[in-house]
Every structure is written in C-alpha cells, then in structure tokens.
C-alpha cells in the first residue's frame, strides 16, 4: 500500500527553547534503534519496531548555524510496536512548556499486537502511546530526572495515566500548533479509511480514538464507522473541523493565520492533506473556521491549477506569515521538495478567477 519509499520514522519534530536567543537550547523528536531501556515500555512485535526519541541539544559555542552534537541529552525514550502512527511533532506553549504529540503506534484499527484490546492505545489512559504530552524541559522532577513535570499537569494525581499526559485520544497528531494570539493548541490527527480531523486540545480532554472516528462511531472490530452513536463512551471530544476521504487521505496540521498580508484570512486555521492517493501527489490545501466549522480550498494561481505534490507540512515566519512544505516525491529519500509561500492574489482580481471558489490566497516559489 505504502510503496518502496514511503516510511514514517525518522527526523519528526524540531523546537526551539522560548529562550533560545540566551541558551541555544533545541529539541528534536526522531526515530532510533532500540538501544537503550524505554522510560515507557511497549511489548516490541513488528520487525520495524522502534523507539521515538525526544533530546536536548545545545548550540555550538563556536558556530551559531551549528548544533554542538556532544551536547545531546536525551529527555524521553519511547517503545514503538508498529514502525508507523509515530506523531513526531514538539511545539512549545505560551506557558514556557515543551508538547510532544504521540501517536497510536500504528496497526489497523488500533487493536493489533502490541496495542491495548478493544479499547485500543488511544483510549488506555495507562501508557502515552495516542496522546499529548506536556513537560517542563527546565525541570527535573520526572520519574528519569531529565524533564520535569508541570504541577498543573491534569493527570498527577491519577495514579493509573503517567504524569505527563496532557490529552488522549488520538490515532496520529502528526502536526500541532498553537495559535499565536490566543494559545491555543490545535492538532491535526490522521484518521483511518474514512475521516480526518482537527481539535482544538484541551487539558485532560479524550478525542475519541478508537471509539470515534471524527463525528462518527468507529467499530474496531471491522475499521467500519457509522452515524449511530448510541453505546459511544460518554464525554469524547469532537473536531472542530472534518472532511471525509473523498477530500483526501491524511490530514496535515497548519497554523492560525496571524498575519498581515491577507487581512481576509485573518484567524483561519491554514492546513492541507498529505494527497488524494499514495500512487500520484495529489496535496491539497484548506483553511477552516475554527467555530463555525466551514472548511474551503485554496485557490492555487489564478488559473486555480492542481497543486500536483504531496503535502507534508508547514512553516510560521515570525511575522504570521505561512509557507507550505511539498514534494513530488512520496518518502523521505529525496531532492525533490519545495517550499511555497502563502501569498495574496493581485489586486483587481479578474473576475474569471472566482469562478473556480476561493480567492483568499495563492502559492509562489
């Protein structure tokens, strides 16, 4: 299904410390061998089992564009049953905290070896497989001593979910972000064969997974949803925003929009899906209204062409300003990707151009 190239190991997530300028301080979340003791251990059972790896690295004192690579020291160490539905993403709040989005593992439906029965690694609050996790990289108060934990975590008093977790729920929050005026975090989580989803996280708050996918009731027994929600767990949290896969096939977390220069997109949530299929790259890119729900398409020039790539992320300058990351090429191994700015249409646009649907913004090299 995946292809020759396709994996989802590897380099996920990079953050900056809040007080970089001072300490140099960045995070990574990347994909290792297993070589070492987990902090939280899984039962090991793909052939491609690995672990998910959050460290500290310091810049070098003597080359500002470069990391020093014998400063690394490794905060979390994570078992992966499944080499896939890693999450990957690190994203630093307003409150001065470092939050690592953590996927299910992997696996159909959320229920094969190496994943809690019936309910799946996203609803067993038990390990930290299918949540966000919230920690202090300042402290030393964790169960290792290498991170602290915040004291408003929601979750320290509740002797049977680990510290660290902030929310649960989720099957892949690949991408995360918080809006930079109001603080909110917001994940884009992958679904399976039929829904894809954005929440807007909230402390202690379960998304659903796999008792719902998106708005719907999910049967783990068949991968099946249905519009019947009666005998659905009580107090799940649902999407702000949805689309089924007739749009797409993976979600791909953006940013609120904060910028200046496309006043008309203002407080829109800007994302995109991986593509309409595996075989050809399909991408394509949305913004949504965060209350109301409504999702529409990007215009893509002014003649509203096929972006004809695979979406895989994207990028916040600091002045609210976004770049769409793309390429042609489905995997990691290759020299084929670009990066595209967000940018305003001219200025009359010719009226032949809202014909083909939204106007708000168009893409340049």
Known sequence: MFGLDFDERGLLGLAFHPDFSNNGKLYTFT????????????????????????????????????????????????????????????????DGNLYIAIGDDGAGNDVAPGHTPVIGNGRDSSNVLGTILRIDVDGTNSANGQYGIPGDNPFTLDTGTPDA????????????????????????????????????????????????????????ADGMVSDDLSGTPLGLIDPVLEYDHDEGISVIGGFVYRGSAIPKLEGKYVFGDFSLGFQTPGGRLFYGDLDTGLIQEFMIGLDHRALGLFVKGFGQEADGELYVLADLSLGANSNLGEVLKIVAPPVPIPAAVWLFGSALGALVI
């Open 165 to 220: 977790v902030y929310a649960t729920g989720f099957r892949n929050p690949y991408r995360i972000s918080f809006d930079s005026d109001t603080g909110e975090l917001i994940a884009g989580d992958v679904g399976q064969q039929a829904i894809e989803k954005v929440d807007i996280v909230t402390p202690s708050g379960n998304f659903g997974w796999n008792a719902k996918e998106g708005l719907f009731t999910f049967n783990a």
């Open 31 to 94: 994909s290792g061998s297993i070589s070492a003791p987990a902090d939280f251990a899984q039962p090991l059972v793909d052939p491609l089992t690995h672990q998910s790896v959050i460290a500290e690295w310091q810049v070098d004192g003597g080359n500002a564009n470069a990391v020093d690579v014998t400063s690394r020291k490794e905060l979390i160490r994570i078992d992966n049953p499944q080499f896939n539905h890693n999450g990957g993403a690190i994203s630093f709040g307003h």
